[in-house]
């Protein structure tokens, strides 16, 4: 059964003085409880845009999203967000940071520390409870964050390019930390990313997306075992799925440079 269910989205954003823009074109997606899915597209395709609407911060034009059956009707903490920016409060240290959300839920504050403890043991962040945000390196932010999100125990977590701003090794090493979170965790993600091999490395499932107006173009199913190391980025597995998605996208990747005529 799935969790996440988005039918026929449309999104068209009419900004004022300016001709209209369609960018979501009748998006269906599902996405099975306890999975890991991705989507992957050129820039500019609504990727963001998607992943904002099952976060309940922008509402589409046509079309319906329901979590768990239960309509989308805005934020919740059943949906936790991870952003490619940084955006802890930089007055709060990395304790208080994951425990904010805990505590704007009234628990107990034994209970909110054990939490923020459990989840700083879980990003590797122990000695460092004290610390504040300027204090840590980019790829330690982003641990913080996920720990974050996960201190209200969502149902779904939304993760928008998270690493998208860090270096390649720091990078390789926050998608492994990642896995292992999750494969202890196992919450359903929805991961958004214009890095193919992110895509595969992490996914369960991959769609790929048109460029704008985005649609899905294309599902795959990773059938790739689990738990993953960085060895399966050299597999032949690894490199079949790397060649489909590269032939899907690459067409889509031009189109996306190619200017296109302003709706009526």
């Not at 609504?46 to 309940?56: C, D, I, N, P």
């Not at 054990?114 to 610390?131: K, M, N, P, Q, Y």
């Not at 992490?202 to 990773?222: C, F, N, Q, W, Y």
Request: net charge negative; aromatic share 6%; proline share 7%.
């Amino acid at each position: 059964m799935s969790m996440l269910t988005l039918s026929d989205i449309t999104v068209r954003f009419e900004p004022k003085g300016k001709p209209p823009v369609l960018a979501l074109d009748d998006v269906s997606l599902s996405v099975a409880h306890d999975t890991f899915s991705v989507i992957v597209g050129p820039s500019g395709c609504g990727k963001s845009t998607l992943l904002r609407l099952v976060a309940g911060l922008e509402v589409p034009t046509s079309g319906t999203m329901a979590l768990d059956g239960q309509p989308i009707a805005g934020p919740s903490a059943d949906r936790g967000m991870v952003f490619q920016s940084y955006t802890l409060f930089p007055w709060l240290t990395v304790r208080e940071n994951i425990m904010f959300g805990p505590q704007l839920k009234k628990l107990p504050k034994s209970e909110c520390e054990d939490i923020a403890d459990d989840l700083i043991r879980a990003v590797h962040l122990t000695g460092f409870e004290g610390s504040y945000p300027k204090e840590l390196s980019g790829g330690m932010r982003q641990r913080v964050a996920l720990a974050r999100a996960l201190a209200n125990d969502p149902r779904i977590l939304l993760m928008d390019e998270p690493f998208g701003a860090l270096d390649s090794q720091t990078r390789q090493l926050m998608q492994e930390l990642l896995l292992d979170v999750w494969q202890s965790r196992r919450k359903t993600v929805l991961f958004i990313t214009h890095d193919i091999d992110e895509a595969i490395f992490l996914g369960d499932e991959v769609h790929v997306m048109t460029a704008r107006p985005g649609k899905i173009k294309k599902s795959l199913a990773i059938d790739i075992p689990r738990p993953r190391s960085i060895d399966a980025l050299t597999s032949p597995e690894f490199m079949h799925y790397k060649k489909t998605i590269l032939s899907l996208m690459h067409d889509e990747s031009v189109r996306a440079d190619t200017p296109e005529p302003a709706m009526a």
